[in-house]
């Protein structure tokens, strides 16, 4: 897009309006000659997870239903583009996987109710919250197994939020090596999109670019027995409909 580098500079710009000017001209290039980044790449963006918000994970786990939304952060460099590979960290072989549904903050967000709360969303995109089990185990804060670098993704693209009327009606689907692992339909989220952004930004601004993952199905692989943990030679897809496919090998640990 002119005089943009990328889609976080196009909305702080506030010009996400022009968007919907690309949608049937000629692309510039076949999906097979680029290399995806994350959907967000400025680092500056907060990225904030949200944990146990489908009831079927909430059991596999063995959590309670939270009365408020659990919240916890990525940072960007834990996140790659679609059809880069994840690292399966050396410190650890419970790496797993988490398919959710990634909403993009397109306008700044602060003491948002309800019903305004959509009108903040610029899009959505598919989002692997790849988790190292042990280490997100290691205390109640969930932080260090969720930002190994390169454990987790986001993309491929963003769909814009008219191209999704009703975003509590997708189904996210999660594949490894081609076989089904995860399947829901989003509105079975505890907390839906409209009343995560209301509670987020009481105790914080929501700006442009900002990302917030909505949390992860029943399926993963430590809610299984024995576990089943992503190894090198893996591929994990995350699927939504209406949104597309995020896809990434597993590649051998990270010795750095």
């Not at 944990?51 to 990525?74: A, K, T």
């Not at 986001?154 to 995860?182: C, F, K, S, Y």
Request: aromatic share 8%; net charge negative; hydrophobic share 40%.
């Amino acid at each position: 897009i002119a005089a943009a580098n990328d889609l976080f500079e196009l909305m702080q710009a506030g010009r996400l309006d022009e968007l919907g000017g690309y949608a049937s001209a000629d692309p510039d290039y076949r999906l097979d000659e680029v290399r995806f980044l994350p959907v967000i790449a400025n680092p500056a963006a907060k990225i904030l997870c949200i944990g146990i918000n489908y009831r079927p994970h909430m059991l596999e786990m063995g959590r309670q239903p939270p009365s408020r939304p659990v919240v916890f952060v990525r940072f960007g460099s834990s996140l790659v583009g679609h059809g880069e590979p994840l690292i399966r960290p050396a410190a650890s072989e419970q790496f797993d996987f988490e398919g959710e549904l990634a909403v993009i903050i397109g306008k700044r967000a602060r003491q948002v109710s309800i019903d305004a709360a959509l009108d903040h969303v610029a899009g959505f995109a598919c989002f692997n919250d790849g988790s190292v089990r042990d280490f997100q185990r290691h205390s109640g804060q969930f932080t260090p197994g969720k930002n190994f670098v390169a454990s987790g993704s986001l993309g491929p693209w963003m769909t814009t939020r008219d191209e999704i009327p009703d975003p509590a009606a997708l189904q996210l689907t999660t594949r490894l090596n081609g076989e089904v692992v995860q399947q829901e339909s989003t509105g079975e989220l505890l907390f839906g999109i409209a009343e995560l952004i209301e509670y987020i930004t009481i105790w914080t601004e929501l700006m442009p670019g900002d990302v917030i993952a909505t949390g992860t199905p029943g399926g993963v692989g430590a809610g299984r027995t024995p576990p089943l943990w992503m190894k090198p030679g893996d591929e994990i897809e995350v699927e939504i409909s209406g949104i597309g496919s995020l896809r990434n090998d597993v590649r051998e640990p990270d010795a750095s």
